[in-house]
């Protein structure tokens, strides 16, 4: 089954349509029919495509809809109802086997209401009272592909995909090279004969990126993320393939064990979470620092919850927990629907990828003129963040993604927090879309844009740009700058439109009994803004360079530069070859320098603020510092090898020199200390076997100098 263009942007829109529905506008039979429809279509992207165009909360939200449907109008159940079905991913390439015992889904919670609801309805099936213990065995929810392997006499001699449940196509090549799944298991010292265990197959997330990185160094397509790249390979037909792509298998589940008398094998203890230790025991890799057996249901939020905090930080992609009743026997008793077992239950955590709509593109003018272009979507709900707004960075990163106006994209919060558009979803596009035109002059001032060669960024060269004077001037009280204690961007935007700030010099002449009177502030905030910028006045010289944002000019060279002058305005007169002297300051950011101190406003502005008290004069704290005679490396001779993880080999370096060291470039017996990174080779293997050097790690390095 495939989908025309035009049909798949029907179903898109009819699948928002239903999920925005307030209220049910729709007659019951015709929303049943449609949601058959729209459910269908969405089970064929993630299933078939493994390329969902909806979130999984949006595609449970249909879901319920349907089965609470059915539930209020039972004459409308039809036999192909997807909620009578489980997905199939079956492609025809593999010979379909049955399972031993069918592979049900989970149903899916959200949040802590739903996991108390969870256990109230497993009291209810088996007549318990709240008073009565019932003890849950929690687990990651693994985002790979699931997996049945059968072991008879000890031997793997069947591997399967889930499939629809209860067919699944046999991969057992592809599944040997994995090796994390062991060929042989004793089975047999439990009396077990035959065994059938569900898992999911996955890649380790840092083993991914190395993946891709290899893939680009040799020219090939990169693959989209982990999960793909886990079940493509467990579907390919030259195990090879799956062999290269580092796929790891979890154990989570027995399904079928029979004992040598051909009888049902029962474990000892009447526990899931035991046996996922007889199985862990037995060679199978099972999660252990994720897995817990919880007492009650509050242990079981808890335990979801602090998960849904770590997640980012668990090596592999999960996008839930699975939470268990663990007692077999009430499992057994609780029963199962005919798509879910009673006693498990998905938590899901919040969804980390949504689809939405681009509306609009609005540019916005950082503090050199850079233009930004910023997405605005229709707002959507994102890990839990409403999202409206997202920067496209660059020109280049529209047209490589080919995002146009009117787009539904996907996007997504990784990592960090700040969201990002993985794609646009040009198959759902109906014609209305237009291709966004990056403006050729500045949106505020309208000058024309310039680009210089090897710069991603459009920029507007007007120095006097508005949006520019603005942004610099909060970089300029910005705490890494002149670090005005109070003075924030809404204060300065504020006495901007007021005409009060026009310049940097204008912050040094405010009326502070103006600003008093002003609505909002009062005596006590204009004095404290008074006293910071009293405070401000004095900063070294390194603060006031930096906060002149010129291009290149970064919180480094600043510091460099204020150990050479006497005076801020030395630079003036200072010229290529005299920048080029100074280590560290390359002729890019020096050609800035000079353009800025040509500038005669520049100058005048810089005159201004000093008659205002700011000072211009090299300090003491601008001086580089005097070395102790007590720092840690006096008369020490260093060496650096190995690649090193927190600085570059220059930072190193001077931060040797600073802790009274010398740097030298070889290993000879005038070496006092080495400090090894990552792969150090040679060097450290003569240093050794000189037997006089001392051999520091970098992180012992820089507990040493105090860092
Ligand atoms: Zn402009």
């Known amino acids: ?232 390979g467990l579907r390919t037909k030259d195990p090879q393939d799956t062999a290269s792509r580092s796929i790891e298998a979890f154990i989570y589940h027995l399904s079928y064990a029979e004992t040598f008398d051909g009888s049902r094998y029962r474990h000892n203890k009447d526990s899931h979470f035991d046996i996922i230790d007889m199985i862990g025991a037995l060679g199978f890799k099972v999660p252990n620092e994720q897995r817990k057996r919880c007492e009650n249901i509050q242990q079981v939020i808890e335990f979801c919850n602090y998960w849904q905090e770590q997640r980012e930080s668990y090596p592999y992609e999960i996008d839930g927990m699975v939470v268990k009743v663990d007692s077999l026997e009430l499992q057994e008793k609780s029963g199962s629907t005919s798509h879910h077992p009673r006693w498990a239950i998905a938590f899901k955590f919040k ?109 507007c060269p007007n120095y006097q740009c508005d949006a520019q004077v603005l942004q610099r001037l909060i970089h300029h009280v910005s705490k890494d700058a002149m670090n005005i204690d109070g003075f924030g961007k809404a204060y300065l935007e504020r006495f901007y439109e007021l005409g009060w700030v026009k310049n940097m010099a204008d912050i040094y002449r405010l009326n502070y009994d103006q600003i008093a009177q002003l609505e909002g502030f009062g005596q006590k905030s204009a004095d404290n803004l008074e006293a910071a910028i009293a405070k401000a006045k004095q900063n070294p010289i390194r603060r006031l360079l930096y906060s002149l944002s010129i291009h290149h000019l970064g919180k480094r060279v600043a510091t460099i530069l204020a150990t050479e002058i006497e005076h801020v305005l030395d630079l003036k007169d200072w010229d290529l070859d005299r920048f080029t002297t100074i280590k560290d300051v390359g002729p890019v950011v020096a050609e800035n320098i000079i353009e800025y101190f040509s500038d005669q406003s520049n100058i005048q502005l810089l005159v201004e603020m000093e008659d205002l008290g700011v000072n211009m004069h090299q300090l003491e704290s601008d001086r580089p510092k005097v070395i102790q005679a007590d720092a840690p490396f006096v008369n020490k001779s260093i060496l650096f090898t190995g690649s090193l993880q927190t600085m570059g080999r220059k930072e190193a370096q001077r931060l040797a020199e600073e802790a009274g060291a010398r740097n030298i470039s070889a290993v000879s017996s005038k070496l006092d200390v080495l400090v090894v990174g990552e792969n150090p080779g040679s060097k450290l293997k003569k240093a050794e076997a000189l037997g006089t050097v001392k051999v520091l790690t970098e992180q012992e390095f820089l507990t040493e100098i105090g860092k």
Request: aromatic share 8%.
């Open 351 to 459: 969804a980390k990828q949504a689809t939405t709509t681009l509306i609009d593109v609005e540019y916005q003018v950082g503090k050199i003129g850079s233009i930004t272009p910023v997405a605005k979507v229709e707002p959507v709900q994102l890990a839990g963040v409403t999202v409206s707004s997202i920067s496209l960075h660059n020109q280049d990163f529209i047209t490589g993604k080919d995002i146009r106006l009117g787009d539904k994209v996907l996007i997504e919060r990784a990592g960090d927090v700040i969201p990002y558009i993985v794609k646009s979803l040009p198959d759902l596009r109906n014609g209305g879309e237009s291709e966004i035109q990056f403006p050729a002059t500045c949106p505020v001032c309208a000058t024309l844009l310039i680009r210089k060669g090897g710069e991603a960024a459009w920029r």
């Open 1 to 232: 089954m495939t989908y025309s263009d035009i049909e798949q942007r029907r179903l898109f829109e009819l699948s928002k349509e239903i999920l925005n529905m307030s209220s049910e506008t729709m007659a019951p039979e015709e929303l049943a029919f449609d949601l058959r429809e729209v459910i269908q279509y969405h089970e064929w992207r993630y299933y078939i495509l493994n390329d969902p165009i909806i979130s999984d909360y949006e595609y449970d939200q249909l879901f319920k809809k349907l089965e609470s449907i059915e539930n209020q109008y039972p004459s409308l159940i039809s036999p192909d109802s997807p909620t009578h079905r489980i997905s199939s991913d079956l492609t025809n390439q593999f010979s379909p086997v049955a399972h031993l015992a069918p592979m049900l889904s989970l149903g899916n919670s959200y949040n802590a209401d739903d996991l108390i609801d969870f256990d109230g309805q497993i009291r209810r099936l088996n007549k318990m009272d709240d008073a009565s213990p019932i003890v849950y065995a929690v687990e990651p929810k693994f985002d790979g592909g699931s997996i049945a392997l059968v072991y008879e006499d000890d031997v793997l001699i069947r591997a399967a995909t889930r499939g629809n449940g209860v067919q699944g196509d046999e991969i057992t090549p592809n599944i040997k090279t994995l090796q994390t799944i062991p060929l042989r298991a004793k089975f047999s010292k439990y009396g077990i004969k035959k065994v059938e265990l569900r898992g999911e197959a996955l890649i380790r997330k840092d083993f991914f990126s190395k993946i891709n990185e290899q893939r680009l160094a040799k020219g090939l397509s990169l693959f989209a993320n982990p999960r793909n790249t886990a079940t493509g």
